[in-house]
């Protein structure tokens, strides 16, 4: 019989054209992974002290969405960040590892990313699944991370974040029960053809969503979407428009003397190559960002008001 006590080791390694340091900041930088790294849909600080936090993720494997806790130790001057998941989802066990950040020279750096498990049973059916989810997020995740590291001047004007805000006189809890209830939208908002929404977990959900433009076109996006009871909803874009290579976002439901109100929170990563094909061949970056802050902004408030109209009573 296997031993069940059996530790996994795995190692992905990538080389990137920036410095150690530019590097090192993205990886300790977890409320930028959503933008950044495909696999991540959303992360949360449960606490911090010094150069030790605690970090709560929501995030892909093998098309599921699994969450855990982890404890990192950020070493800034070695360059190294370990972790260690509190405690695991099935069919892990447990699992930690780190990231160590080396420099090749000045404008070249070695990031090697690794990982120890156990799985559940130490059953080999398990430990495959685990390991074709590490290989397949760490190779998203590194070169993730060198592209975003590799961003130079100009390109940080392709990542925009806007928000939109709607003053609701309703209860809150109604207008984010609108919000939640993404599967009857296309009876309740003009712009939503269809969707598909599945809850497999609780708050946990997918969405699938073809939205109408206004000159009649129409697109399908897929989402993972966090929901928090009455507060909050989180969700990120696995399958965007083509105009844009991620999109995370927020509905953030607030309540307080002055009254009730939604925000719509988006942050985008821009597909340069995609613009001429979209938006025609003279279309600048400038042009890009106007066109998705017009487009997205529209829906959300569209969407913001329809639920405040649910919320007072005078919406579908």
Not at 123 to 141: H, K, L, Y
Not at 162 to 167: G, K, N, Q, S
């Amino acid at each position: 019989m296997s031993d069940p006590r059996t530790t996994h080791r795995t190692e992905h390694t990538i080389t990137v054209a920036a410095p150690a340091r530019r590097v090192f900041e993205l990886i300790v930088d977890v409320g930028r992974w959503p933008e950044t790294f495909p696999p991540t849909v959303h992360v949360q600080h449960v606490d911090r002290s010094g150069t030790r936090e605690r970090i709560r993720i929501w995030a892909t494997a093998n098309g599921e969405v699994k969450t855990w806790t982890s404890r990192r130790e950020l070493d800034h001057d070695r360059l190294r960040v370990s972790f260690r998941q509190e405690v695991s989802q099935p069919p892990v066990a447990a699992m930690g590892g780190e990231w160590i950040v080396e420099t090749v020279d000045a404008g070249h750096t070695r990031v090697r990313l690794l990982h120890d498990f156990r799985a559940v049973g130490d059953d080999p059916q398990n430990v495959e699944w685990i390991e074709r989810a590490i290989d397949r997020n760490s190779g998203a995740e590194l070169n993730a991370l060198r592209v975003a590291a590799e961003r130079t001047g100009d390109a940080e004007e392709l990542t925009l974040t806007f928000e939109d805000t709607v003053e609701i006189t309703g209860a809150v809890k109604d207008a984010y029960a609108f919000v939640d209830e993404a599967g009857r939208w296309p009876e309740r908002l003009p712009h939503v053809a269809r969707t598909v929404l599945q809850e497999d977990a609780p708050g946990v959900q997918t969405l699938e969503m073809e939205t109408r433009s206004p000159d009649g076109a129409t697109h399908t996006t897929r989402s993972v979407r966090i929901c928090f009871p009455d507060e909050l909803i989180v969700y990120k874009q696995l399958h965007t428009p083509a105009l844009m290579k991620a999109h995370v976002g927020r509905w953030v439901f607030a309540e307080d003397v002055a009254g009730g109100r939604i925000t719509s929170v988006h942050t985008v990563v821009l597909d340069e190559e995609a613009i001429p094909a979209v938006l025609g061949p003279d279309a600048t970056v400038a042009d890009a960002r106007a066109f998705v802050r017009d487009a997205l902004g529209r829906n959300s408030t569209t969407t913001m008001e329809h639920a405040a109209a649910h919320a007072r009573g005078t919406g579908v």
